[in-house]
């Protein structure tokens, strides 16, 4: 790097060697410098959705058909409160919904469809992919002699010395093309299996495609839900089941193909022969065994608890409601952080409201669980500044 003596140099995930004292003082200011404007840009980007979205549905509801300000009349529910309120709720993957249907009764609205599965992104799993976009939008257009050129290229060439959802230019690519790739499978899949299903028939084909592709996108995130989950078609249930338990895999995939995150520090590690980064598919592969391998065993345990505390409901057949799919798909939903249900009958609730205590209880313990599994077993420092005790580590 310019700005570093010529016996320094770079290796894995941008740790450097050979550094001078002079090379430390600087790379810690430039750290220091990079990150305050890395500050500015996620706060700067977290109020600006959140306005954006906000501006985006406020803008809508004044000019949509009255039907829909009537059906928030229904329940009390201003229009623009609803906006703000609607849009938040997209932003920050809670799923929460001024309406008890969720967002089945804006189904037939392109817009309102297309709009929150963006926000949906841009809050959580192309979040990392927006991020890398600002800063190098702004790199292209701040003038060469720019102060925060410096820090924006240093951003953008070392990421992972910075934020821990800051990925360089290749696996950001890569998360990209995931997220949509899932996206267009679920999007797919709800089509053809549903294709004559009447949760569906009454939609344009533009209407179906709006309300697919939001449904499979709320299915790794929100929650909210377009259509009535009970009444698709069991190969679609199946395919948001498993939408919601891999909600986590693309960025802790990302995260941990950029840096050995779990076990060690943040850019400082000792080499570790059962990982080998140089073969991609390989080392996705062994995580991916890994991440499986510690999560199921904790769905299975839910599973078996739920199965003992909700025996009598499931194996009377007056409750058809009750089924082990039904069970398992809130227990994965729960895992994942995601809350969709297939619901119970005559309640605008989830079926986990009909559960005794103990089989609430084991789906509190199963959102706590599954809420951190992206976490990692040792602390993640975001950023370790090379003093000499790194040095000394390192040598």
Known sequence: MPYLSTGASIG??????????????????????????????????????????????????????????????????????????????????LGFTLTPDSMVFFQDSPWVMFWLSLLTFAGNTLYPVFLRS?????????????????PLQFLLTHPRRCYALLFPGGTTWALFGIIIGLNFLGTLILLVL????????????AQRVAAAFFQSAA??????????????????QFTLLVMMYISAFPIAMSIRSSNM??????????????????????????????QLGFDLWYIFLGLFCLSISEATKLADPNQPAFS???????????????GLTLGYPDITSALSTKFTTFGKVVMCAMMLRGRHRGMPYGLDRAIMLPDERLVERSA
């Open 219 to 236: 299915a790794r995130h929100t929650g909210a839900a377009s259509f009535t989950l009970s009444k698709l078609s069991p190969g679609a």
């Open 134 to 150: 600002i800063l190098w939008t702004m790199s292209k257009i701040t003038p060469r002699g720019s102060s925060i050129q410096e």
């Open 12 to 93: 894995r995930n941008s740790r450097f060697y050979n550094l001078t004292r002079q090379d430390r003082n600087e790379l810690g200011g430039i750290e220091y410098r990079s990150l305050k404007l890395l500050l500015k840009v996620v706060v700067a980007y977290y109020f600006g959705v959140h306005l954006i979205g906000a501006i985006g549905l406020v803008g809508w509801i004044l000019h949509a058909d009255s039907k829909y300000a009537a059906h928030l009349d229904e329940f009390a529910q201003d229009k623009i409160w609803w906006a703000f309120y609607t849009s938040q709720t997209a932003i920050c993957n």
């Open 324 to 338: 082990f799919f039904a069970i398992f798909f809130e227990v994965v939903s729960a895992y994942g952080g995601v």
């Open 194 to 205: 549903d294709l004559h299903n009447p949760e569906f028939t009454h939609l344009t084909p």
């Open 261 to 290: 995150y779990e076990e060690k520090s943040l850019g400082y590690y000792a080499q570790d022969p059962t990982y080998n980064e140089d073969r991609g598919a390989s080392y996705l592969f062994q995580h991916m065994q890994k």
